[in-house]
Each structure stands twice: as structure tokens, then as C-alpha cells.
T-cell receptor, first 114, second 112 residues
Framework: DAGVTQSPTHLIKTRGQQVTLRCSPISGHKSVSWYQQVLGQGPQFIFQYYEKEERGRGNFPDRFSARQFPNYSSELNVNALLLGDSALYLC?????????????FGEGSRLTVL | AQRVTQPEKLLSVFKGAPVELKCNYSYSGSPELFWYVQYSRQRLQLLLRHISRESIKGFTADLNKGETSFHLKKPFAQEEDSAMYYCALSGAGGTSYGKLTFGQGTILTVHP
């Protein structure tokens, strides 16, 4: 049974470039959340989408954007990359609203900005 | 603003010893608290949540609203408990579950 899948697993970009990260939730899961994890820190909430609508946004600049598709997969876009955007980007899915609240995480996309 | 604090970045114990991983939080309202764990080369996964009040892999955690704490405890640590542990907080129910606030994490090492 496939868990949450993310792509790419690793990527290197230079300052000023743009990046798109992709996430496929567990089959049947309707909610996707994105987190940024800087080395040595806990994950920090960026966005949550449910049924293709944004349901929450963390304290991140407008350079960060996301969307969710009809098949519940999601993309995270970051424009005008800065060195400080280097991090592990985690995607997590929820089956629906309510329930146990257990988030299912992917293995992450590690972004390095040079 | 909501915040989760895990005061210990590293915690080392010997096999069979009791272990306690500390977590303190600040939140205006009724939070839900979770412990997530990441074993070596595995993805982040839920260990337990305060609402379920269950013991998972011998671990328990009690929500103390007076002290705003949610410490994780195990009476007899095992080597396989070595991992990174994160305390996390959300609002109650609904889409709040997807908006977790995490602590910085504690690396637990259990020595043989």
C-alpha cells in the first residue's frame, strides 16, 4: 500500500530560481498539508488544502504558493528562491476532517539553494 | 501565538531505565496534543495523541493543563526506542489537525 509520495526527493537550485514540489496523498485522503523543516528544527506549517480549497496558511511570504488538484494531489511552488529556503519540505495527508487527527507524512523533498 | 517547547535536544539513557521526554506548550483555547516519532531512515509517524489516552509501545503521555505540559514517559526504555521525538499541538478537530505546531524535537538514544 503506497503511502504519501513526494517528488523530487532531492533538488538543487540557485538563488532567484523557482521550484515546484509535488505530493500524492494516500488514496482516499482529501486533505494535504505542507511543512518546511530546516535542519535542526521541527517541521513548520506552510499550507493546508482540503477538497481543493486552501484551509490554512502559516507564516510564510507570498513567494510560497500551493494548489490541490481534483485527484487530491498537490503542488508547492516557491518563487525567487533564497538561501534560507534550503530545507526538507514535507507533505502530509489526512483522510478527511475530524477523525483521529493522525497525519500521514511523506519522506520529503530536500531542497538546496546555492 | 501557539508554541511548543521541548527543552532537551538530546537525551541519553541506558536500556531498562525510565525515560521522560518533556514538552510544554502555550495555546489560548483547548489544544490537542500529539507525539510524533521518526526512527532512523523512516518517515515521521504518529506515536500517540492525548485524546486517545492509550499506551503505545509502552509510552504514555498525560496532558496537564495546569502546567501546560504533555510529557512522554516510558518506565523501561528499549534500544529500539532510539529515535527523534516531536511534540505537536493543534486546535480541536476538523482541519485544525492538518495545521500542527511542532516542537524542535528530542533525540533519544538508548544505550545497551
Amino acid at each position: 500500500d503506497a503511502g504519501v509520495t513526494q517528488s523530487p526527493t532531492h533538488l538543487i537550485k540557485t538563488r532567484g530560481q523557482q521550484v515546484t514540489l509535488r505530493c500524492s496523498p494516500i488514496s482516499g485522503h482529501k486533505s494535504v498539508s505542507w511543512y518546511q523543516q530546516v535542519l535542526g528544527q521541527g517541521p513548520q506549517f506552510i499550507f493546508q488544502y482540503y477538497e481543493k480549497e486552501e484551509r490554512g496558511r502559516g507564516n510564510f511570504p507570498d513567494r510560497f504558493s500551493a494548489r490541490q488538484f481534483p485527484n487530491y494531489s498537490s503542488e508547492l511552488n516557491v518563487n525567487a528562491l533564497l538561501l534560507g529556503d534550503s530545507a526538507l519540505y514535507l507533505c502530509a495527508s489526512l483522510p478527511d476532517l475530524g477523525g483521529t487527527g493522525e497525519l500521514f507524512f511523506g519522506e520529503g523533498s530536500r531542497l538546496t539553494v546555492l | 501565538a501557539q508554541r511548543v517547547t521541548q527543552p532537551e535536544k538530546l537525551l541519553s539513557v541506558f536500556k531498562g531505565a525510565p525515560v521522560e521526554l518533556k514538552c510544554n506548550y502555550s495555546y489560548s483555547g483547548s489544544p490537542e496534543l500529539f507525539w510524533y516519532v521518526q526512527y532512523s531512515r523512516q518517515r515521521l509517524q504518529l506515536l500517540l495523541r492525548h485524546i486517545s489516552r492509550e499506551s503505545i509501545k509502552g509510552f504514555t503521555a498525560d496532558l496537564n493543563k495546569g502546567e501546560t505540559s504533555f510529557h512522554l514517559k516510558k518506565p523501561f526504555a528499549q534500544e529500539e526506542d532510539s529515535a527523534m521525538y516531536y511534540c505537536a499541538l493543534s486546535g480541536a478537530g476538523g482541519t485544525s489537525y492538518g495545521k500542527l505546531t511542532f516542537g524542535q524535537g528530542t533525540i533519544l538514544t538508548v544505550h545497551p
